[in-house]
């Protein structure tokens, strides 16, 4: 009987999921244009894809961007529920919807706002010369040196607000006499922090880590619609790499070798957070 309830779920993920990413592992083994018929060339298109300069440089722009999407998110998170939850601050429902909201509004908006704000003449060069900083101003997302952090920290301002949400709920389930027994102890706000806060959101750090680490390896929308992977390639991401492959080159096999390669990353990742947390706690 537990069977048949869980078959309508179960039916949908095969359908939905299981059944394009075999699909997706049979166009990678095949040289196909999306018209016609597919030639087998078995692992060929993971031999080039993997040794091309472009992809390289692609996978190397998702682990800088994970730092921007992840390691920084996760440290502002932590850091701003502690202070959130140590203190009594009015409007305190306030503060966490504000600092949520960026999760709730589309990511195509998003890259268009931050876009007009990088310009030239946007509010962020503005600002940079009103304070007489005029030498700092640029056009962020066209310069090569600065276009790649510029769309991280797009990330961060997206997935920060998740992650104290996240911290937030953790820290309240916390059994506040550990803290009494911090402060009897003589433990200031930073030995509490490390000897309290942080033991007791393991499993909410586990989840933000897996969570934000995947979204920075298959990061397209902000890059997309931000930078498009320029100027020139110093942007691209594997996700990018995969549409310009399949629908502007017309190499629909070579793009499904990168996404079955990136699906790989994605499952070693949550696996090995989700066994790294699971054995710590």
């Not at 600002?127 to 310069?143: F, N, V």
């Not at 998740?162 to 027994?181: E, W």
């Not at 790989?264 to 710590?280: D, E, K, P, S, Y």
Request: glycine share 10%; hydrophobic share 50%.
């Amino acid at each position: 009987m537990a069977y048949l309830y869980v078959l309508p779920a179960l039916s949908a993920s095969l359908l939905f999921v299981a059944f394009p990413l075999l699909q997706t592992v049979w166009y990678s083994l095949h040289r196909w244009s999306g018209i016609g018929t597919p030639v087998w060339v078995g692992l060929q298109n993971y031999v080039t894809q993997l040794s091309s300069p472009r992809v390289q440089s692609a996978l190397y722009h998702s682990l800088i961007l994970i730092v921007f999407f992840a390691l920084i998110p996760v440290c502002l998170g932590l850091i701003t529920a502690s202070m959130l939850s140590s203190s009594r601050l009015r409007g305190l429902g306030f503060f966490r919807t504000v600092l949520f909201l960026p999760q709730v509004i589309a990511l195509t908006v998003t890259g268009m706002a931050w876009r007009w704000m990088y310009n030239l003449d946007g509010p962020i060069n503005e600002t940079l010369r009103a304070i007489g900083l005029d030498s700092l101003a640029r056009p962020w997302l066209g310069d090569f040196d600065w276009a790649l952090y510029a769309v991280g920290l797009v990330g961060t301002w997206l997935t920060a607000g998740f992650c104290m949400i996240l911290f937030l709920a953790g820290i309240s389930r916390i059994d506040p006499g550990l803290y009494d027994a911090a402060k009897i102890d003589g433990s200031g706000p930073i030995r509490e922090f490390f000897a309290v806060t942080l033991p007791g959101v393991k499993p909410e750090l586990g989840v933000a880590l897996t969570i934000t680490v995947i979204g920075g390896l298959k990061s397209f929308d902000v890059v997309y619609m931000t930078t498009r992977g320029g100027p020139g390639t110093s942007t691209t991401v594997p996700a990018l790499e995969i549409y310009r492959l399949a629908f502007v080159d017309g190499q629909v096999g070579s793009a499904a070798a990168i996404a079955i390669v990136l699906v790989l990353l994605i499952v070693i990742v949550g696996l090995g957070m989700a066994r790294l947390f699971r054995t710590r706690q």
